[in-house]
């Protein structure tokens, strides 16, 4: 009985054979073409079919292999085994480091897409490399790609974009890119994007708290300038910003150091850090101070540990990311959307 494995060689294309031959069987299952459990051509059957060499056929079902789609019986040959494939979308989503509000992101992207979509989490801890492989190993498996991009250098310092990053995205084509957070304008072509301005944001945010930063002698951000996950510089110009054109005296330091001897009343912190808010509120305690009237707290990003604690924050809406970039994927929208960032006011400023 002839397989129903519909491969489709395009000599012409720069995409590698065994790539197409990847594509043609997750658009197969996808298309509900090959059932789960049906048996595929052996790699010499394919071989021959296609006119390719048997390295190219066994280096893609290699790679169906690793990403569990096909599995093989010894003595019986392959079959297909990947059932999620069958969902209307497949999304590759592609973050740079575990923290809660990326967490909160990509669950309110999933919550988003439903049951009308499958996705695919991966995480590239700031590394240039691990993102370049993730993307190459799994570049033409899936239909979307929502990637939020932020790296590092060799000194540690942030990175949106790097030459060979934006090199790699080009090869992804524009209808199947999201990309979050970051808009790189040198990325071509009409692909969806949700953003952020990090030096507009933290400016504005900060506005909305005048008031009640007005009640402080010195505002003191918290921003850790060499760290495995380091944040962007825009925000710390944005801060220095608002504080010389408002006329707030300030300070930039690396963190919250333990103990901290001057730690005085009528100052008002800005974190970025979770740990260091942790730090800073354990020592206002240990002192016998006031939050949100000694000492004010203000921290970047929304967590459920802030509001809990009452924390007043500046933030992106975290929700909103999430569920637009899932409206762009249901939608096949191709915008570039600025996100909505806030202020909250709690009781810590």
């Known amino acids: 009985m002839a397989s129903k494995f519909n491969v489709k060689i395009n000599e012409k294309s720069r995409v590698p054979k065994y790539k197409q031959i990847v594509n043609s069987l997750i658009a197969d299952i996808s298309n509900g073409n090959l059932k789960v459990g049906e048996k595929i051509p052996s790699i010499n059957e ?29 003595g ?9 494939l069958i969902s209307k979308v497949n999304v590759f989503f592609l973050v740079n480091k575990p923290s809660t509000y990326k967490m909160m992101i990509y669950n309110h992207f999933v919550n988003a897409l439903g049951m009308d979509g ?6 590239y801890h700031c590394e240039e490399s691990l993102f370049i492989g993730a993307i190459e190993k799994n570049l033409g498996a899936y239909d979307y790609y929502v990637i939020m991009p932020h790296f590092k250098d060799e000194h540690l ?8 990053v934006i090199k790699l995205l080009d090869k992804i084509p524009v209808d199947k890119l999201i ?30 708290a005048k008031e009640r930063l007005k009640q402080y002698d010195k505002i003191i951000l918290v921003y850790p300038s060499k760290t495995v996950f380091p944040y962007p510089q825009r925000i710390l110009k944005g801060f220095r910003q608002f504080c010389v054109k408002n006329g707030f005296d300030f300070e930039v330091l690396e963190k919250v150091y333990d103990d901290m001897e001057l730690l005085q009343s009528k100052d ?15 020592q206002i305690q240990h002192n ?39 409206y762009m994927v249901l939608k096949n929208k191709k915008e570039k ?12 400023l």
């Open 268 to 282: 008002v912190y800005i974190t970025i850090r979770e740990r260091d808010l942790v730090n800073l509120v354990r």
């Open 179 to 208: 990309l979050l957070d970051n808009l790189k304008p040198e990325v071509e072509g009409n692909f969806g994007s949700i953003y952020q301005d990090f030096k507009l944001d933290i400016y504005n945010a900060l506005g909305e």
């Open 337 to 348: 959307v600025k996100n909505v960032f806030k202020y909250i006011e709690r009781k810590s």
């Open 157 to 164: 310092n942030h990175l949106s974009f790097t030459p060979n």
């Open 288 to 326: 016998k101070l006031k939050m949100g009237e000694d000492i004010g707290v203000l921290s970047y990003n929304e967590t459920p540990l802030k509001e809990l604690l009452e924390i007043n924050v500046i933030t992106t809406d975290f929700k909103a990311m999430g569920e637009t970039a899932a």
């Open 76 to 84: 019986k040959g392959y079959y297909t085994a990947k059932t999620d």
């Open 46 to 74: 394919l071989s021959e079919q296609c006119y390719l060499s048997r390295d190219t056929v066994e280096k893609a079902y290699k790679e169906l292999k690793a990403q569990k789609i096909i599995n093989s019986i010894k």
């Open 118 to 123: 499958h996705v695919t989490l991966s995480i």
